[in-house]
């Protein structure tokens, strides 16, 4: 990470690199397995509706762009960002160039600098100091590039391009870049912008992150960090981040600082993941335990609302769903800093009676025992999260019968025996709450958490499908929903404790 | 690292609000009798001095003291044990506190992130359980309050055993304590508030040792 001294990078040369006006790739290759043709590729593949330049040592005409070979010859003031393929020798003049023509962002795909011992370590001092000189914006080196779904921009050398949405990403590994935008297609909860730090030489991981917190198109930030280098600098750029914008951090290498020989009690319970665990829960910064985990609680930071506290009620069509629910939630540790699986209010008791056969659970979790009829799901639903003393709503059970329809639509039936009726109606049906489940949500203000792990199986099931269509995160377990949901419960806890909006 | 005496960390940190219970500092046995009668049995009674870091693995903490006889042993035997290295020793002399839960707070230097300030499940299996809590310092009244919150071993700080629920102020106010000395004081390296005893409810620290850079 860079020394203490150097300068914020202000907005605009953050918007240089997130919303160019125009891109040069310098070090386009004609080679197909070059990350020169690869960045140029994918570019011009995933729709970049700027002006794409190219240099290239013979001046050869690469996926159609026809390069040049000195910078000197591009236009002035038509690019913003420079997309650096070249060897590091060339880069220092490359920048100089590059400067010249207008350009205020680099992103330095190239390697060959502080991960390639001293002569590197120094080659990277060096292109800082001229970066701050010329007033460039300075991303990587040694990083897999730069995404920004807003603006059709897809500047890396390995896919996907992720959707468009509002998780703002950045790493210290390209390849969770990578992993967080799978996800993203997966769950069609999308990315605003995601940028692979690389070696971070001038631009930190917290420099991208107090961008984040200002850019309208990005409520919630996602990180994958291995070193902080000094930890307590790293948390106190963080904490008037994480006031304004929920942070996820997930730490690599968390284990291998372990418990160190120390004379006193205190310092032998002091482990690095110790105190690193302490340092984000101070700053309010949401720690997640896998890539998998980060990924899904940032998903929820960016399309539910928090819950104002952490009573929850579980709502479910039939099953042993519910009981792991309540066990999910009792394993959180209960109030105040857990969640609570309440005793049902006995007004909304009565008002569920009137909606269900007798069979019905009759408490928390609310488990309808396969007699709701046609309307019943959206009510229970809305009766549940419209209720004062409930805060969040988990429902499961979702997506059963549009299975069920997939079997009929594949098996040998079809589609006499009046199958097509009925495969119509149960998909329609599981859509149906899929959308009720976001609606209720919207009018209340309050989380509601779907889950079926059909997300994951048969992504194409109504049910799944159907909240993908709403914009929200179908949970693969309600394990999973009960974790991101004790996240967002322990954020509005901590800026509610500090009187944070 | 140089450190503290025990009854020179307790009354530095005792200055910070960490509480401890009222005890004297003497030079010889007889002076530790007039002590124990002034507080009443039982006492126990410690070797004390300026290089003398951990009493209990050298033997030189004698507990539940019940008579002026007991105490004139104990004192006379602790002097005894004091070897050249040791420098100026003292007696400390102090109520004996009973408690069936104990918790460990404290001050470590971490190399990444500066000073920080613990709180844990303590007693001798501390390490092994390693329910502790660690914040940066300084620490808001928030934050104490959080790190209480932190521990897993939340049973341990309701009703317990017959004895009143934990007062998570008390506790918060030690940890403030900390934060607040560790702050003014930069030469602290460490400190342990070990035991911190639960009494009625209440924090009680007998033992506490500062490290000095």
Redesign the interface.
């Not at chain 1, 240089?16 to 570019?43: C, Q």
């Given at each position: 990470m860079a020394g203490a001294a150097r300068s914020v990078p202000g907005t605009e040369r953050f918007r240089a690199l997130f919303e160019p006006r125009g891109i040069l790739v310098a070090g386009a290759s004609t080679h197909p397995g070059k990350f020169g043709f690869v960045g140029l590729h994918n570019i011009l593949a995933c729709g970049y509706a700027g002006k794409v330049f190219a240099t290239n040592r013979d001046g050869a005409e690469v996926l159609g762009v026809q390069s040049v070979a000195e910078v000197d010859e591009l236009p002035d003031g038509e690019i913003d960002l420079v997309f650096v393929c070249t060897p590091a020798s060339a880069n220092p003049d490359l920048l100089r160039a590059c400067a010249k023509k207008g350009i205020t962002a680099a992103f330095i795909a190239s390697g060959g600098y502080g991960e390639a011992g001293p002569e590197g370590r120094k080659a990277e001092a060096e292109l800082v100091a001229l970066a701050d000189e010329l007033g460039i914006l300075l991303a990587g080196p040694n990083g897999q590039g730069v995404v920004s779904p807003p603006a059709q921009l897809c500047a890396q050398i390995v896919a996907p391009f992720p959707p468009r949405g509002h998780i703002g990403i950045a790493s210290q590994s390209g390849n969770f870049v990578s992993s967080f935008g799978n996800y993203a297609q997966l769950t069609g909860v999308g990315v605003s912008r995601a940028v692979s730090a690389g070696n971070a030489a001038a631009v930190t991981i917290p420099d991208y992150l107090d961008y984040y917190a200002d850019d309208p198109e990005t409520h919630v930030a996602l990180t994958y960090v291995e070193n902080?280098?000094?930890?307590?600098a790293f948390?106190d750029r963080l904490r008037p981040v994480a006031a304004r914008l929920p942070i996820v951090l997930v730490k690599g290498g968390a284990s291998a600082g372990g418990q160190r020989a120390?004379?006193?009690?205190?310092?032998?319970?002091?482990s690095?993941d110790?105190?690193?665990?302490?340092?984000c829960?101070?700053a309010g910064i949401s720690r997640a335990e896998t890539i998998e985990q980060a990924y899904e609680v940032a998903a929820t930071f960016a399309t539910q609302p928090l819950p104002r506290g952490n009573r929850v009620v579980v709502v479910s069509t039939a099953g042993g769903w519910g009981v792991v629910t309540a066990d999910a939630l009792a394993r959180t540790?209960g109030s105040?800093?857990g969640l609570e699986l309440i005793e049902l209010p006995a007004d909304l008791r009565a008002a569920i009676d009137g909606e269900l056969p007798p069979r019905w659970s009759g408490n928390n979790p609310i488990d309808m025992a396969g007699g709701e009829t046609r309307d019943t799901v959206p009510k229970v639903l809305e009766l549940a999260a419209s209720h004062p003393d409930v805060d969040a709503v988990i429902f499961l059970g979702m997506g059963i019968q549009a299975n069920e329809a997939r079997l009929m639509r594949e098996g040998p039936f079809w589609p006499g025996h009046g199958l097509e009726r009925i495969v119509a109606y149960h998909e329609r049906q599981d859509a149906r709450f899929a959308e009720a489940a976001a609606a209720v949500s919207d009018a209340t203000g309050k989380p509601i958490f779907s889950a079926t792990e059909l997300a994951v199986t048969s992504p194409d099931n109504a049910a799944p499908a159907g909240v993908r269509a709403t914009g929200r995160l179908c949970y693969p377990s309600a394990n999973r929903a009960v974790t991101a949901l004790e996240h967002l419960w322990r954020r509005s806890r901590w800026l509610q404790?500090?009187h944070l909006p | 690292m140089p450190t503290l005496s025990e009854a020179a960390s307790k009354e530095l940190l005792g200055g910070f609000g960490v509480p401890f219970p009222p005890e004297h500092v003497v030079a010889s046995a007889d002076e530790a009798v007039g002590a124990a009668e002034a507080l009443g049995y039982p006492v126990v009674v410690k070797l004390g001095g300026d290089t003398i870091a951990h009493k209990t693995e050298r033997g030189l903490v004698r507990l539940g003291l019940g008579s002026a006889d007991q105490v004139r042993d104990a004192a006379g035997s602790l002097l005894a044990a004091a070897t050249p290295q040791d420098g100026d020793v003292h007696l400390l002399v102090a109520p004996m506190v009973r408690a069936s839960r104990e918790l460990i707070a404290g001050l470590h230097h971490d190399p990444q992130f500066g000073m920080t300030v613990m709180l844990g499940v303590g007693g001798i299996l501390a390490e092994a359980v390693a329910d502790v809590s660690f914040r940066l310092v300084p620490i808001a009244p928030v934050d104490a309050e959080d790190m209480i919150d932190d521990l897993a071993l939340q049973a341990l700080l309701g009703e317990f055993r017959g004895e009143p629920a934990v007062e998570r102020v008390a506790v918060a106010d030690v940890l403030l304590g900390l934060s607040r000395v560790a702050v003014e004081r930069d030469d602290i390296a460490s400190a342990d508030v070990n035991p911190l005893l639960i009494v009625d409810g209440r924090p009680l620290a007998v033992d506490a040792l500062v490290e000095l850079r």
């Amino acid at each position: 990470m860079a020394g203490a001294a150097r300068s914020v990078p202000g907005t605009e040369r953050f918007r240089a690199l997130f919303e160019p006006r125009g891109i040069l790739v310098a070090g386009a290759s004609t080679h197909p397995g070059k990350f020169g043709f690869v960045g140029l590729h994918n570019i011009l593949a995933c729709g970049y509706a700027g002006k794409v330049f190219a240099t290239n040592r013979d001046g050869a005409e690469v996926l159609g762009v026809q390069s040049v070979a000195e910078v000197d010859e591009l236009p002035d003031g038509e690019i913003d960002l420079v997309f650096v393929c070249t060897p590091a020798s060339a880069n220092p003049d490359l920048l100089r160039a590059c400067a010249k023509k207008g350009i205020t962002a680099a992103f330095i795909a190239s390697g060959g600098y502080g991960e390639a011992g001293p002569e590197g370590r120094k080659a990277e001092a060096e292109l800082v100091a001229l970066a701050d000189e010329l007033g460039i914006l300075l991303a990587g080196p040694n990083g897999q590039g730069v995404v920004s779904p807003p603006a059709q921009l897809c500047a890396q050398i390995v896919a996907p391009f992720p959707p468009r949405g509002h998780i703002g990403i950045a790493s210290q590994s390209g390849n969770f870049v990578s992993s967080f935008g799978n996800y993203a297609q997966l769950t069609g909860v999308g990315v605003s912008r995601a940028v692979s730090a690389g070696n971070a030489a001038a631009v930190t991981i917290p420099d991208y992150l107090d961008y984040y917190a200002d850019d309208p198109e990005t409520h919630v930030a996602l990180t994958y960090v291995e070193n902080v280098g000094d930890g307590r600098a790293f948390v106190d750029r963080l904490r008037p981040v994480a006031a304004r914008l929920p942070i996820v951090l997930v730490k690599g290498g968390a284990s291998a600082g372990g418990q160190r020989a120390a004379a006193s009690h205190t310092g032998a319970l002091a482990s690095d993941d110790r105190v690193f665990d302490g340092a984000c829960r101070q700053a309010g910064i949401s720690r997640a335990e896998t890539i998998e985990q980060a990924y899904e609680v940032a998903a929820t930071f960016a399309t539910q609302p928090l819950p104002r506290g952490n009573r929850v009620v579980v709502v479910s069509t039939a099953g042993g769903w519910g009981v792991v629910t309540a066990d999910a939630l009792a394993r959180t540790g209960g109030s105040p800093r857990g969640l609570e699986l309440i005793e049902l209010p006995a007004d909304l008791r009565a008002a569920i009676d009137g909606e269900l056969p007798p069979r019905w659970s009759g408490n928390n979790p609310i488990d309808m025992a396969g007699g709701e009829t046609r309307d019943t799901v959206p009510k229970v639903l809305e009766l549940a999260a419209s209720h004062p003393d409930v805060d969040a709503v988990i429902f499961l059970g979702m997506g059963i019968q549009a299975n069920e329809a997939r079997l009929m639509r594949e098996g040998p039936f079809w589609p006499g025996h009046g199958l097509e009726r009925i495969v119509a109606y149960h998909e329609r049906q599981d859509a149906r709450f899929a959308e009720a489940a976001a609606a209720v949500s919207d009018a209340t203000g309050k989380p509601i958490f779907s889950a079926t792990e059909l997300a994951v199986t048969s992504p194409d099931n109504a049910a799944p499908a159907g909240v993908r269509a709403t914009g929200r995160l179908c949970y693969p377990s309600a394990n999973r929903a009960v974790t991101a949901l004790e996240h967002l419960w322990r954020r509005s806890r901590w800026l509610q404790r500090r009187h944070l909006p | 690292m140089p450190t503290l005496s025990e009854a020179a960390s307790k009354e530095l940190l005792g200055g910070f609000g960490v509480p401890f219970p009222p005890e004297h500092v003497v030079a010889s046995a007889d002076e530790a009798v007039g002590a124990a009668e002034a507080l009443g049995y039982p006492v126990v009674v410690k070797l004390g001095g300026d290089t003398i870091a951990h009493k209990t693995e050298r033997g030189l903490v004698r507990l539940g003291l019940g008579s002026a006889d007991q105490v004139r042993d104990a004192a006379g035997s602790l002097l005894a044990a004091a070897t050249p290295q040791d420098g100026d020793v003292h007696l400390l002399v102090a109520p004996m506190v009973r408690a069936s839960r104990e918790l460990i707070a404290g001050l470590h230097h971490d190399p990444q992130f500066g000073m920080t300030v613990m709180l844990g499940v303590g007693g001798i299996l501390a390490e092994a359980v390693a329910d502790v809590s660690f914040r940066l310092v300084p620490i808001a009244p928030v934050d104490a309050e959080d790190m209480i919150d932190d521990l897993a071993l939340q049973a341990l700080l309701g009703e317990f055993r017959g004895e009143p629920a934990v007062e998570r102020v008390a506790v918060a106010d030690v940890l403030l304590g900390l934060s607040r000395v560790a702050v003014e004081r930069d030469d602290i390296a460490s400190a342990d508030v070990n035991p911190l005893l639960i009494v009625d409810g209440r924090p009680l620290a007998v033992d506490a040792l500062v490290e000095l850079r």
